[in-house]
């Protein structure tokens, strides 16, 4: 009887572990399966979007105050079409539209890696004070450089020149107005990331230190137009607006270069982001060089961002808005968070120059106008709902 009752139990006891394999078989399957269709669903979208893109430059290219035909587009892309399209088109259209794209998937990227690092919502390379700080530099070449003043030749080297109601107001050497910027917002991130390693200030304290120094910029430069004449203060003006049009094939060739490094450097340390992600103490425990990680991806950031501001101007909160829109279609995995940043970033600021062609008729709105009513309620918005937390 005792036999009879051991090998019962040794049968159950058989029977639970086999249903306990099968069961585990069953659910390891079914986490592998819906992690394929999440794979599959993100690789379809971001083809989907990629589409969407050329599609918007194909567009983009044929809209404007002077219209071509989609067809003629298709013919000048080729070069089988007339002079005057495949003039319009490779020397004015397609830089402008390849410009948008390279600046928009920057500033996402910048964007996302920011708000990665310091764990906040708000951060960007605007609300950093780096665009700030670029205009900051743009308008102490303008005024105390002599870069800026009275129209001169526009057939000169380096000249950029535009007319408004008060008169021409030209920007007389862009490089050392470029340069400028450059430093500029270089300086506002060196700033930001000296005060975090002196003081071990925390995440979000760095965002408040990127306000403070936003405000210390933008006080700099209404002091430096205070001292200008009407065509200084125009030319500032006119830089500060953001604006792809003024970008050539070489500018929009830096900008990528640095772009595609930037997107392959944070491809290559997606894990790290996603540790970092989870929170400070997870990445640490995770064996993440937290403290070297921030500083190189600040630093990054900071050298694209100051380059695309340097020289397209000031385009406020797309780096706020494109990975918002990006983790609401795939989740937080920094995988799929990096290409598609930038992918949203490029459609929403190609959306925005491609609109401003188009809604005023003859003239053109600079695209960090359109930009700014973009993300400013995004930006009240978050903020609002991190009080209510």
């Not at 928009?104 to 990227?109: I, P």
């Not at 290559?268 to 400070?280: C, I, M, T, V």
């Amino acid at each position: 009887m005792g036999l009879q009752s051991a090998n019962h139990d040794r049968q159950s006891y058989g029977e639970r572990e086999a249903f306990a394999a099968d069961w585990s078989a069953q659910r390891r399957g079914d986490i592998i399966g819906q992690y394929s269709d999440y794979v599959r669903t993100n690789v379809i979208l971001f083809v989907a979007l990629a589409a969407g893109l050329v599609a918007l430059a194909v567009f983009s290219i044929a809209a404007g105050t002077y219209r071509i035909p989609v067809k003629s587009v298709l013919a000048a892309l080729i070069g089988a079409g007339d002079p005057q399209a495949n003039i319009l088109v490779w020397n004015i259209r397609l830089p402008r539209i390849a410009s948008a794209i390279v600046a928009g998937w920057a500033l996402g990227l910048c964007g996302l890696v920011i708000q990665c690092l310091l764990r906040n919502p708000l951060g960007s390379p605007f609300t950093l004070g780096i665009s700030q700080g670029a205009a900051f530099g743009a308008a102490f070449a303008i005024v105390v450089l002599g870069a800026g003043g009275a129209a001169a030749s526009s057939s000169q080297t380096g000249i950029v020149q535009t007319v408004s109601s008060s008169g021409p107001m030209t920007i007389r050497n862009v490089y050392s107005v470029t340069f400028c910027a450059f430093l500029g917002g270089l300086a506002a991130t060196a700033t930001i990331l000296v005060l975090a390693r002196i003081k071990k200030m925390a995440a979000e304290a760095v965002i408040l230190a990127g306000v403070a120094l936003s405000s210390l910029f933008v006080s700099g430069t209404i002091l430096v137009q205070y001292f200008a004449t009407e065509v200084e203060i125009a030319s500032v003006v006119f830089w500060t607006f953001g604006d792809v049009g003024r970008s050539n094939w070489r500018e929009s060739a830096w900008m990528a270069a640095a772009t595609a490094a930037a997107t392959l450097y944070f491809a290559y340390k997606r894990w790290d982001l996603n540790a970092l992600a989870a929170g400070e103490d997870t990445a640490l425990g995770l064996g993440v060089e937290v403290e070297r990680i921030r500083f190189a991806g600040m630093f990054v950031t900071a050298l694209v961002a100051s380059l695309v501001t340097a020289f397209l101007g000031v385009i406020a909160f797309l780096g706020l808005l494109a990975p918002h829109i990006s983790r609401r279609l795939v989740g937080a995995d920094h995988r799929f968070l990096v290409p598609l940043s930038g992918m949203v970033g490029a459609l929403l600021l190609l959306a925005a120059d491609t609109a401003g062609r188009t809604l005023v008729g003859s003239g053109t709105l600079p695209v960090g106008v359109l930009t700014s009513f973009m993300g400013a309620p995004l930006f009240l918005y978050l903020l609002m709902k991190g009080y209510q937390k």
